[in-house]
């Protein structure tokens, strides 16, 4: 299974969606500055109070690019995964090896895994890093966010990676881009339910945004970081079940990815 | 003889209701120990789905296999087996030996074995110097080359080759024929499904014919080319006597220029009465070319010329 994952890494390092993908995270780095100033907020070295927050707030829309470009970044990576290694013939000559099909695929998947969570705290921690040097503050809740981050970019990759079994690269994009969107805009139920007050729309508006749950933990990371400059980390955020909701997804969707190529003829 | 292949009404149904079609058709074969065997048939008899099931790439409809005494789909069997598909467009950015070091380590060699192991297969594939080079950027000669040495790497007890001389030249085929037949001396099963009548002809030892998804004949390579039955002559000094001796040994003879001639005999024991008859009757014997069916004739004669059979 370590093979197959170090093989997975080190394939998708080279790749052009890879290279574009680093591409567009290094641009958005040297912007976000620029975006800071356009938001009004301005990071002062080693200063408290309006300074810290304005930091923290920083961080807090830093992280929720890198949410976003993290999970495209994964969704772009892995749309053709399996299909493509069976249709070039690939999948054929590693199956024939003597590891069951589990194994196989769990090992792809522990290789994405392992990149998206290795850019993400790159990128993550540079940014923290930069932050806290200037301010001298730790913001320590961004620890749990970043966490967060890594786990709705695992999330979006397991779902294209699972449906990668199935469905060519094309096919995939349009189901997992129509669930996005789905949920983005049925889990907006949640919102106007709870502006009126109604508890049934509120709860019908969470089940939608169950379908796709990296948008309600997306939602956390703003106030993580924001709220709790200072604060001692909460890894993971216990007790929360969302975020355990989205790891009993992820698994789900693995196994489901696991059941499906366990039964598949290959080409 | 110990089998290493034992097949028993193996079928595969592609489709479903009215529309299915079976590409393979309750197949039953067996392939001894250390044997060549070369699996023919014209496109769409079933071949590449044949040994694609025995590979564990797509799964049975219906039947039963055994390999090296395993059944189908024993994961711990496949350390023993090789695999060699037949089209593969490998698009990987890795390096020939980093690729290949890859496929040994998935037959859980140590870093020590792999490194030896992808020197010498890729000495014995012709690849000797293009360790250094990344897959994508071979040729289709060269990647059949480093198709089949991902497929010999573990030293395989049964090895399966699907169409491997395709795009090898003429070079590349006899490497392909020289590693067949070491790979046989050291006791492996190979299971050859070819177009390539000739190549098969120099290497196997039985061959079977597949059409339509069902098996046809296994035989001896030599049982289903036949005998020597026709022989081209050229003597001098060929007297009348000498040619009506001839005439009465033979089932058929055709006289041409230049003292040449073409004997059609009822057996392979007849050529040599047939060259005595020319040299007693003070005939110089210039060219004598005994002629064997190929197995592209008997080949046709089976499946029919349309593949009809």
């Known amino acids: ?267 | 003889m110990e089998a290493a292949i034992e097949i028993e009404g193996l079928t595969k149904t592609f489709g479903h209701g009215p529309d299915a079609i079976a590409s393979v058709d309750h197949l039953s074969l067996r392939v001894d120990k250390g044997e060549i065997f070369g699996f023919l048939g014209p496109n769409g008899a079933g071949k590449t789905t044949t040994v694609k099931m025995l590979a564990g790439i797509i799964f049975p409809t219906s039947g039963a296999a055994r390999l090296l005494g395993k059944p189908l789909g024993d994961v711990a069997t496949r350390a023993r087996i090789g695999f060699m598909p037949e089209t593969v467009r490998l698009s990987t950015f890795m390096r020939a030996e980093d690729w290949l070091g890859f496929h040994a380590r998935l037959y859980g060699m140590d870093a020590g074995r792999s490194r030896a192991r992808v020197k010498e297969v890729m000495a014995r594939t012709g690849l000797a110097g293009r360790a250094g080079s990344r897959v994508r950027d071979f040729s289709q000669g060269m990647m059949q080359r480093i198709i089949l040495a991902q497929a010999i790497i573990n030293e395989p007890d049964l090895l399966f080759l699907d169409e491997p001389a395709s795009a090898l030249d003429p070079l590349g085929r006899r490497d392909l024929r020289e590693i067949i037949t070491g790979l046989r001396d050291r006791g492996t099963t190979i299971f050859l499904n070819s177009h390539l009548l000739s190549e098969v002809e120099l290497v196997c030892g039985r061959v079977g014919i597949l059409n339509h998804g069902k098996l046809i004949r296994v035989d001896k390579l030599g049982d289903i080319t036949g005998p020597v039955q026709v022989v081209d002559v050229k003597a001098e000094g060929i007297s009348s006597e000498t040619a009506a001796a001839i005439r009465r040994l033979a089932a058929k003879v055709e006289f041409g220029l230049d003292g040449r001639f073409t004997a059609t005999l009822d057996s392979e024991e007849q050529l040599g009465k047939l060259a005595e008859i020319i040299t007693r009757g003070g005939g110089a014997l210039k060219e004598f070319s005994p002629r064997r069916i190929s197995l592209e004739d008997a080949f046709l004669e089976e499946i029919g010329e349309d593949g009809s059979s």
């Open chain 1, 1 to 267: 299974m370590k093979t197959i994952a170090v093989y997975t890494l080190r394939q998708t390092l080279r790749s052009k969606s890879m290279i574009a993908g680093l591409g567009v995270s290094l641009l958005y780095l040297a912007a976000l500055p620029l975006f800071s100033a356009t938001g009004g907020g301005t990071v002062t070295v080693g200063s408290a109070g309006q300074g810290t927050t304005a930091a923290a707030q920083f961080l807090g829309y830093a992280l929720g690019g890198l949410n976003l470009i993290g999970m495209f970044m994964a969704l772009f990576l892995t749309l053709g995964s399996i299909h493509t290694d069976i249709e070039n013939g690939t999948m054929a000559m590693i199956i024939t090896k003597p590891l069951s099909r589990a194994r196989i695929i769990t090992g792809r998947w522990a290789g994405y895994a392992a990149l998206m969570t290795g850019y993400v705290l790159i990128i993550g921690l540079v940014l923290w890093l930069a932050v806290v040097l200037g301010t001298g503050e730790p913001f320590l809740g961004y620890i749990p966010a970043l966490a967060l981050v890594c786990l709705n970019v695992t999330t979006m990759m397991t779902l294209t990676f699972a449906v990668s079994v199935f469905l060519p690269a094309a096919a995939n994009a349009v189901l997992v881009f129509l669930v996005f969107i789905a949920t983005t805009n049925l889990s907006l139920i949640n919102v106007a339910g709870a502006a009126a007050g109604e508890t049934a729309e509120t709860i019908i508006g969470n089940l939608f945004r169950l379908m796709l749950p990296v948008g309600v933990v997306g939602d956390q990371l703003h106030s993580l970081v924001v709220n709790s400059p200072g604060q001692t980390p909460a890894f993971l955020v216990p007790g929360n079940l969302f975020v355990a909701y989205e790891v009993i997804y992820i698994a789900a969707l693995l196994q489901l990815g696991v059941r499906a190529f366990k039964r598949k003829d290959l080409k």
